[in-house]
């Protein structure tokens, strides 16, 4: 069975530094990727996701991703961070791409960034 | 452009009293449908999903039950609330077949006295 793991409840960067948002997966075919970020009180907003090819992966609001395969890992990363960024971050596996497969998310990570 | 609505966004309800929260999708059609619910700001637990009109999947057995009367209308409902129905209600929808994303509505505030 597919399951997904971020191992850090919360992260703390101050502002201006790189950060990191570490997720292994694991998944017995090829595993479709996802990352999404989710605000007080709002739904989930999605941000990136790896199907194939580059291992890096861009999206939204400056953030990436890179896929490691040997590792099963897709750690979601930004050069440079902003207050703004903190949120709830939510990495997700999608194992197959037939209409019954369903995506699983990590119990997420909290990011927090200081002035 | 696709968006997902959902109502209302906060509810107080008494203890046994009846549910209904509703999700409907603009700007696409025979979209998979999904309810999630999240305790305490945190990690999501998918209820139910479907895949076509009146087809239903629950993935876990509990107080609520769900309903797809029409293509791109999703309702999930309970007739007697728990004390633990309390929680943060997410409807999502994602394209069929493929490597496609959830897109997510922006919640619903259940609170039961």
């Known amino acids: 069975a597919q399951s997904v793991a971020q191992p850090e409840d919360q992260v703390n960067v101050a502002e201006g530094n790189p950060l990191t948002v570490k997720c292994t997966y694991s998944?017995?075919?090829?595993?479709?990727l996802f990352w999404y970020v989710q605000y007080p009180n709002r739904g989930l907003q999605f941000l990136l996701k790896?199907?194939?090819?580059?291992?890096l992966v861009k999206g939204s609001y400056g953030f990436e991703a890179e896929f490691n395969k040997s590792q099963t890992s897709f750690h979601l990363k930004k050069p440079s961070a902003l207050v703004s960024d903190s949120a709830l971050y939510f990495c997700?596996?999608?194992?197959?791409?037939?209409?019954?497969?369903?995506?699983?998310f990590g119990s997420g990570t909290r990011l927090s960034i200081r002035p | 452009s696709q968006t997902i609505h959902q109502w209302p966004a906060t509810l107080v309800q008494p203890v046994g009293s009846p549910l209904s929260l509703e999700c409907t999708v603009e700007?696409?059609?025979?979209?998979?449908l999904y309810w999630y619910r999240q305790a305490a700001g945190r990690g999501l637990q998918l209820l139910f999903y479907?895949?076509?009109?009146?087809?239903i999947s629950s993935e876990v057995p509990q107080n609520l039950s769900a309903s797809r009367p029409q293509d791109r209308q999703f309702i999930l409902s309970s007739k007697k609330l728990l004390l633990s129905d309390s929680g943060f209600y997410l409807c999502?929808?994602?394209?069929?077949?493929?490597?496609?994303?959830?897109?997510f509505g922006p919640g619903t505030r259940l609170t039961v006295t």
């Open positions: 479907s895949v076509g009109i009146g087809q």
């Open positions: 997700a596996v999608r194992e197959g791409d037939s209409s019954a497969s369903k995506i699983i």
């Open positions: 700007g696409t059609s025979n979209p998979n």
């Open positions: 998944v017995s075919g090829n595993p479709y």
């Open positions: 790896y199907i194939t090819g580059d291992n």
């Open positions: 999502a929808w994602s394209r069929q077949a493929g490597p496609y994303e959830q897109y």
